[in-house]
């Protein structure tokens, strides 16, 4: 959010009080705090360094906490597993994006190889595919 929000300020002529909420904007969302923009960031292995980097905390949940229903209840618009996915054993993988269909309207993937293969029966339909830099980069829609 915070690269197309400093993306979007620069491309279009602004006045300085516009330029100066983009960039005020742009740098709360990194920080979790954008009066629109709610971030739950999850990683069992990574939460610290994380909630350091960002100054707002993370959930310890796995994957398989999520394929449990750690999430039953809430919704989000977006959630983004940048190289996370293709290390799942792919015995949990149907029931992960399935839990994650659920609560969750997009799923956006970065892996640096061709899987994880997400199929229509998981929950998930595939929006758009591309590979950047070697980065393949998948939008799905629940």
Same mark, same amino acid.
């Given at each position: /959010? @915070?690269?197309?929000? /400093?993306?979007?300020? @620069?491309?279009? &002529?602004?006045?300085?009080? @516009?330029?100066?909420?983009?960039?005020?904007? @742009? +740098?709360? /969302? *990194?920080?979790? *705090?954008?009066?629109?923009?709610?971030? *739950?960031? !999850?990683? &069992?292995?990574?939460? +610290?360094?994380?909630?350091?980097?960002?100054?707002?905390?993370?959930?310890?949940?796995?994957?398989?906490?999520? /394929?449990?229903?750690?999430?039953?209840?809430? !919704?989000?618009?977006?959630?983004?597993? #940048?190289?996370?996915?293709? $290390?799942?054993?792919?015995?949990?993988?149907? #029931? *992960?994006?399935?839990?994650?269909?659920?609560?969750?309207?997009?799923?956006?993937?970065?892996? =640096?190889?061709?899987? =994880?293969?997400?199929?229509?029966?998981?929950?998930?339909?595939? $929006?758009?595919?591309?590979?950047?830099?070697? $980065?393949?980069?998948?939008?799905?829609?629940?």
């Amino acid at each position: /959010a @915070a690269p197309a929000a /400093a993306a979007a300020g @620069a491309a279009a &002529p602004r006045s300085s009080k @516009a330029t100066s909420d983009a960039d005020a904007n @742009a +740098e709360s /969302a *990194t920080q979790g *705090t954008h009066p629109r923009l709610s971030v *739950t960031a !999850s990683d &069992p292995y990574t939460h +610290e360094a994380y909630g350091k980097w960002v100054g707002v905390a993370a959930d310890q949940h796995s994957f398989q906490d999520i /394929a449990d229903g750690c999430y039953d209840g809430k !919704s989000f618009h977006l959630c983004i597993c #940048s190289y996370a996915l293709h $290390v799942l054993d792919d015995s949990h993988l149907f #029931s *992960t994006l399935l839990a994650l269909s659920l609560f969750t309207r997009h799923l956006l993937v970065l892996s =640096p190889h061709k899987k =994880p293969q997400i199929l229509p029966h998981m929950g998930w339909d595939l $929006v758009e595919a591309r590979v950047v830099d070697r $980065v393949h980069v998948w939008l799905y829609c629940s």
